[in-house]
């Protein structure tokens, strides 16, 4: 079955930088568009960045732009996400995701805490 497992996050100094990773399973990651999403505490979880089908390039929210990275693995079947410059502001659960025939996949999701 379709699993993604994301592991990575923890607790940041501003400025500094994580590498997240979305390990997937159940499906072959090249012929999908993957996603990473964040949610806050008392806010709507919002699309950080995406990577579509091999050869048909990225997409970033305008927040991240700059700062975040989003590449895909094939042959290890993993996403991840390359967050440097990090700021308060980026403090969230950070969920990986696939659309799969119209149902959605997520992740447990991992804690990303940016603090000094």
């Known amino acids: 079955q379709v699993q993604l497992v994301e592991s990575g996050g923890g607790l940041v100094q501003p400025g500094g930088s994580l590498r997240l990773s979305c390990a997937a399973s159940?499906?072959?990651?090249?012929?999908?568009?993957m996603a990473w999403y964040r949610q806050a505490p008392g806010k709507e979880r919002e699309l950080v960045a995406a990577?579509?089908?091999?050869?048909?390039?990225?997409n970033y929210a305008d927040s991240v732009k700059g700062r975040f990275t989003i590449s895909r693995d094939n042959a290890k079947s993993t996403v991840y996400l390359q967050m440097n410059s990090l700021k308060p502001e980026d403090t969230a659960a950070y969920y990986c995701?696939?659309?799969?025939?119209?149902?959605?996949?997520w992740g447990q999701g991992t804690q990303v805490t940016v603090s000094s």
């Open positions: 995701n696939v659309i799969l025939g119209f149902v959605d996949y």
């Open positions: 159940g499906f072959t990651v090249s012929r999908y568009r």
């Open positions: 990577i579509r089908s091999a050869g048909y390039g990225t």
